[in-house]
């Protein structure tokens, strides 16, 4: 089984920053070859895509709203992802979830396993 922890949420200012990480742990696991990603949600709101990237840290994508603010990395070999944030908006308060999938290149939605996710919250 593959446990995800996100960390580094919490309360900003507009135009502020925060970096979010995501440790990955189980028995045996490494990271290496899933590919990972962030999403968010809002209240009252579906749960978004925000950023993926692929095992090698090749291929970031990002959701319109965050390109240019946002940038998702991974170091491989202390099994984290993260997600660096510039330039918060309130529009961005959320709560932020990491995800990973087997599929080392998986540009879906339905990755096998999330994390609990951080609250981040950006205010005016």
């Known amino acids: 089984q593959v446990q995800l922890v996100e960390s580094g949420g919490g309360l900003v200012q507009a135009g502020g920053s925060l970096r979010l990480s995501c440790a990955a742990s189980g028995r045996t696991f490494s990271i290496n070859r899933y590919a990972m990603g962030w999403f968010r949600q809002a209240p009252g709101k579906e749960r978004e895509f925000v950023a993926r990237i692929s095992w090698s840290g090749g291929n970031p994508t990002y959701a319109d709203s965050v390109k240019g603010r946002f940038t998702i990395s991974r170091d491989n070999a202390k099994n984290t992802g993260y997600l660096q944030m510039n330039n918060l908006k309130p529009e961005d308060t959320a709560v932020y979830y990491c995800?990973?999938?087997?599929?080392?290149?998986?540009?879906?939605?339905?990755?096998?396993?999330w994390g609990q996710g951080t609250q981040v919250t950006v205010s005016s």
């Open positions: 995800a990973a999938d087997q599929n080392p290149y998986y540009t879906g939605i339905n990755y096998d396993y």
